[in-house]
C-alpha cells in the first residue's frame, strides 16, 4: 500500500517541486553523462547535457496537466452528451449514440492525428478569435498556451466518446433503480431528480472513467510528443523526453531513454490503481453495486 | 442469418456517419484543394483554366454535391474518375486511392501477425495465471498479473525503439538473426516470406499490450468460469485441473475473447501507426503520419473512412464468429 501511495503521489509532488526549481539548462561539457549517486546529477544527463532529475520535473508537468486537463473535459463532456441521449431516448438517442459509435470504430490515434493537424493548421489559427488568442497568450513572438490547447482539444475529442457510452448505461441503469423511481413517484422535480438523485449516483462512475482516461490520455500525449505533434519543443514532456533520447541511443545513451519511459509507466499504473482503490472502497460502502 | 443481415444494415448507417464527420473535418478548412495543390502557381494561371479545373474537382457545386461526389470516388473503378472525386494527393499528385491502396497489404500483414500472436500468447499465459492461481500458489500469480499490468502500461513505441537499438547493438547483432528494418531486402523484390521475416519483430512489439489485457481478462474469466457446477462435476469425475482446465473452461471463456479480438483490431491498427513509424515499414499508418505532417488533407480524408471501415468489418466478422461459436446466440 505505501509502495502504490508513494508511486501515486511521486508525480505530484514532483510537478509541485518544480514551480520551486530552476528550468533545466544544457550544458555541452556534460553530455551524456551516466547516472551515478556520487555525482550531481545522479539519474545522468541526455544528449544535451540536461540534468535528467530536472528534465523529468519539467516534463511531469506538460505530461500530466494534458492528463489530467483532457481527462476532465472528456468525462464532464461524454457525461453531459450520454445523460441527454439517455434521458431524451427514442430517436434523439440514437441519432447522437450513432455518432459516437461511429466515432469510436475510428482508432482514437487516427483522429487524433488528423484533429491535430487541422487544428495546428496556419490558416485555421488565423481564424481562432481573438479572445481566445489572447486568453492562451499567444502574440507574435510567442505560442503561448496554444500547444497545450491544441493538445488537450485533440486527446479530448478522442477520448470523450468511451465516457458517453459509459454514461449513458449508467443513467439508463439509474432510471429503472428503485430509489430512482421512487422519487419519482413521490413527485421530485425534473431539477431534483437531476441535481439530487441522478448526479451524485453518476459521480462515481465518472470518477473512475477519469482515472481511465487520465492514463489513456498520458499515454497518447507521449505518442503524439514522439512523433513531433505534441507540445512542442518549448514545454518538455515525457514524450518528447523520450523522442530526443531515441536518437542519443546510438551514443549509448539508455538512461536518457528507460527512465522517462518508466516513469510514464508507473504513472500510468499509479492512476489504474487509484481508481481501483476507490472504486473498491465505494463498493465496501454499499455506494454502487459490485 | 438473419442476425448477420441485420448487423451489415446496422454497419452502413455508421460507415455514412464516419464518412460525413469526416469530409467537413477537412472542408471546414479555408482554402479548396485546388488552392492548396497549386499554391502561389495559381496567379499565372489563367482564371478559365482554375475554372475547368474546379469543375474537374466538383468544386463548383453545393457542398452536399460535392460530398456526394467525393463518396462515388471509393466505387468508381475508373482511376481518372475516382482521382477526381477523392481527389489527388497534394504531395505527389497522385491519385488518392492508388497512394492508399499500395499502403494495405504491409500493415494487414503486420495486424495481422501481432493479433495472432497476442492471442496465442496472451490465452496461454492467462490460463496459466488462472491455474496458478488456483493452485493455492498465489506469489507466482501475483508476480504475473504484476508483470502482465507492467507491460499494458508501457506504451509501445518506448519498447519498440528500445528492442531496436537492443537488437541492432553488437551482442544484439550476434544473439538474434532477424532483420529488423523495412519491409523487404535492399534492392530485392518484394515477397511474402521476405515481409513476414522483417515484420516479426514489429508485430511482437506490437502485441505486447494486447497480450497482457487478454492475459489479464482470460484469468479473470477462467477464475469465475472455474466455480461453476460442471468443472465441479469433471473435478469428481477425476479429470485433472489442466485438463478440465484447457477441454471445457477454455470453451465456455471462447466468446467473450472473441468478441476482445473484434474489440483489439482498432487498438492494434491504431498501435500500428507508431511501430510502422519506428521500423520504417511502408504501410498505412505510416502514410498516415506522413500525410498529418504534409497537411496532405485528401489522404487523411481517404485513410480515415478506410480505418473505420476495416473496423467495422472486422467487428460485424467478430458478431458472426460469435454466432457460429454459440448458435444459442439468437439475437
Known amino acids: ?290 | 442469418m438473419q442476425m448477420v443481415l441485420r448487423r451489415v444494415l446496422a454497419a452502413i448507417p455508421m460507415l455514412f456517419l464516419i464518412s460525413l464527420v469526416s469530409f467537413t473535418l477537412m472542408r471546414a478548412l479555408p482554402g479548396d484543394p485546388v488552392d492548396v495543390m497549386l499554391g502561389s502557381a495559381q496567379k499565372e494561371l489563367p482564371t478559365e483554366d482554375l475554372k475547368v479545373l474546379r469543375e474537374e474537382f466538383g468544386l463548383n457545386q453545393s457542398p452536399a454535391r460535392q460530398y456526394l461526389f467525393w463518396l462515388s470516388g471509393w466505387v468508381k473503378a475508373d482511376n481518372l474518375a475516382s482521382a477526381n472525386a477523392l481527389g489527388r494527393s497534394y504531395r505527389d499528385g497522385r491519385p488518392v486511392k492508388e497512394v492508399i491502396v499500395e499502403r494495405i497489404p504491409a500493415t494487414l500483414t503486420l495486424v495481422g501477425i501481432a493479433l495472432v500472436l497476442s492471442f496465442a500468447l496472451g490465452l496461454s499465459v492467462g490460463i496459466l495465471a488462472a491455474f496458478l492461481s488456483l493452485q493455492g500458489n498465489k506469489r507466482a500469480d501475483s508476480a504475473l498479473t504484476a508483470v502482465l499490468l507492467a507491460i499494458y502500461s508501457a506504451p509501445n513505441f518506448w519498447l519498440a525503439f528500445l528492442a531496436l537499438a537492443a537488437l541492432a547493438s553488437q551482442a544484439g547483432l550476434a544473439l538474434v538473426k532477424l532483420p529488423i528494418l523495412g519491409l523487404h531486402p535492399p534492392g530485392a523484390q518484394p515477397t511474402f516470406g521476405a515481409e513476414i521475416e522483417y515484420l516479426f519483430l514489429p508485430a511482437i512489439i506490437l502485441s505486447t499490450r494486447r497480450m497482457a489485457k487478454v492475459a489479464l481478462y482470460v484469468r479473470t474469466l477462467a477464475l469465475d468460469e472455474i466455480g461453476k457446477e460442471y468443472v465441479v462435476a469433471a473435478l469428481a469425475k477425476g479429470l485433472s485441473l489442466m485438463s478440465v482446465i484447457t477441454n471445457h473452461v477454455l470453451k465456455n471463456c471462447l466468446i467473450p475473447v472473441v468478441n476482445l479480438a473484434g474489440l483489439s483490431l482498432p487498438a492494434l491498427i491504431g498501435g500500428s501507426v507508431l511501430i510502422e513509424t519506428i521500423f520504417c515499414v511502408p504501410g498505412m499508418g505510416r502514410l498516415m503520419v506522413e500525410s498529418t505532417f504534409g497537411r496532405n488533407y485528401p489522404v487523411l480524408m481517404g485513410l480515415v473512412m478506410l480505418y473505420g471501415t476495416i473496423v467495422i468489418l472486422a467487428n460485424l466478422l467478430a458478431d458472426v464468429l460469435n454466432k457460429v461459436i454459440d448458435p444459442r446466440l439468437e439475437n
Open chain 1, 1 to 290: 500500500m505505501a509502495v502504490l501511495l508513494t508511486t501515486a503521489l511521486t508525480p505530484i509532488i514532483l510537478q509541485l517541486v518544480g514551480i520551486v526549481i530552476e528550468p533545466p539548462i544544457s550544458s555541452l561539457h556534460e553530455v551524456n553523462l551516466p547516472p551515478s549517486w556520487q555525482s550531481e546529477h545522479f539519474l545522468g544527463t541526455d544528449a544535451l547535457g540536461h540534468d535528467l532529475v530536472k528534465m523529468i520535473v519539467f516534463g511531469a508537468m506538460g505530461s500530466l496537466s494534458v492528463g489530467l486537463c483532457s481527462a476532465f473535459v472528456a468525462v464532464v463532456l461524454g457525461n453531459i452528451w450520454g445523460s441527454t441521449a439517455a434521458l431524451a431516448g427514442g430517436f434523439v438517442d440514437s441519432v447522437m449514440m450513432r455518432l459516437v459509435d461511429a466515432l469510436l470504430a475510428v482508432p482514437s490515434i487516427i483522429l487524433l492525428l488528423t484533429l491535430s493537424s487541422i487544428l495546428s493548421a496556419p490558416e485555421l489559427i488565423e481564424k481562432f478569435p481573438t479572445i481566445l488568442l489572447s486568453s492562451l497568450g499567444v502574440t507574435a513572438y510567442t505560442d503561448g498556451l496554444m500547444p497545450y490547447f491544441i493538445v488537450i482539444v485533440a486527446i479530448t475529442a478522442t477520448t470523450w466518446l468511451e465516457s458517453a457510452r459509459v454514461a449513458r448505461a449508467r443513467v439508463l441503469a439509474i432510471k429503472e433503480e428503485d430509489f430512482f423511481v421512487a422519487a419519482r413517484a413521490l413527485g421530485s422535480s425534473f431539477n431534483q431528480l437531476l441535481g439530487k438523485h441522478l448526479l451524485p449516483a453518476l459521480a462515481t462512475t465518472a470518477v473512475v472513467e477519469a482515472t481511465l482516461l487520465v492514463s489513456d490520455a498520458i499515454i497518447m500525449e507521449s505518442g503524439l510528443s514522439f512523433l513531433g505533434l505534441g507540445l512542442g519543443p518549448s514545454t518538455p514532456s515525457w514524450g518528447s523526453m523520450l523522442k530526443d533520447a531515441q536518437a542519443c541511443l546510438i551514443a549509448g545513451n539508455w538512461w536518457a531513454a528507460v527512465i522517462p519511459g518508466l516513469l510514464i509507466c508507473f504513472t500510468v499504473i499509479a492512476v489504474h490503481l487509484l481508481g481501483e482503490g476507490f472504486l473498491a472502497s465505494k463498493r465496501a460502502r454499499g455506494k454502487i453495486p459490485a
